[in-house]
T-cell receptor, first 116, second 114 residues
Framework: GQQLNQSPQSMFIQEGEDVSMNCTSS?????WLWYKQDPGEGPVLLIA?????ELTSNGRLTAQFGITRKDSFLNISASIPSDVGIYFC????????????????FGQGTILTVHP | DVKVTQSSRYLVKRTGEKVFLECVQD?????MFWYRQDPGLGLRLIYF???????EKGDIPEGYSVSREKKERFSLILESASTNQTSMYLC?????????????FGQGTRLTVV
């Protein structure tokens, strides 16, 4: 099936630093989603991208839909301690006919640790 | 406020037991999903359902079954629990869209099989 590869697997940063993570796929995705999972909770949607080349911001978060449709990037500026968690990229999987039918494929996650 | 609720946060079961994990959503969504989450592996899809009584296998369905008798409820069943099914289980629901979907997750059930 389709796979998403996230990097880095983990990051240890100081409060105030900027963070960048990315997600790549061997096949085209029509939508890219970025989720954050706080410790002990389920993932929560941060940003959704629907168009190749799209750049979208949500507060200190900025995400981009790669022009090739095979990658996406998430940046966090001026990190704070509550940014700690696991960040997942995800995209809807296509069936044999090439249309998305609602099943999400997730990356392995990037574990972010922020030191005060 | 949208809500996906899983019946238990923590569960400890014995090997060989039949285990039921329940999930309810209040958003009238067509699609519901069960994932398991393991360190370094991300979220892996077990089963999903796109309508009442309809189900489809995900990437790792072996050892699991599901039931969707009502639109708002999706149950995951471990027919005979084994220690390698110790994991975090996450339920999600989504509104069907042709151009992708945004899934809303429950808080997770951490299952330990001893």
């Amino acid at each position: 099936g389709q796979q998403l590869n996230q990097s880095p697997q983990s990051m240890f940063i100081q409060e105030g630093e900027d963070v960048s993570m990315n997600c790549t796929s061997s096949s085209i995705f029509n939508t890219w989603l970025w989720y954050k999972q706080d410790p002990g909770e389920g993932p929560v949607l941060l940003i959704a991208l629907y168009k190749a080349g799209e750049l979208t911001s949500n507060g200190r978060l900025t995400a981009q839909f790669g022009i090739t449709r095979k990658d996406s990037f998430l940046n966090i500026s001026a990190s704070i301690p509550s940014d700690v968690g696991i960040y997942f990229c995800a995209g809807p999987s296509a069936n044999a006919g090439g249309t998305s039918y609602g099943k999400l494929t997730f990356g392995q996650g990037t574990i972010l640790t922020v030191h005060p | 406020d949208v809500k996906v609720t899983q019946s238990s946060r923590y569960l400890v079961k014995r090997t060989g037991e039949k285990v039921f994990l329940e999930c309810v959503q209040d958003m009238d969504h067509e699609n519901m999903f069960w994932y398991r989450q393991d360190p370094g592996l991300g979220l892996r899809l077990i089963y999903f359902s796109y309508d009442v009584k309809m189900k489809e296998k995900g990437d790792i369905p072996e050892g699991y079954s599901v039931s969707r008798e009502k639109k708002e409820r999706f149950s995951l069943i471990l027919e005979s629990a084994s220690t390698n099914q110790t994991s975090m289980y996450l339920c999600a629901s989504s509104l069907y869209l042709d151009m992708g979907t945004e899934a809303f997750f429950g808080q997770g059930t951490r299952l330990t099989v001893v």
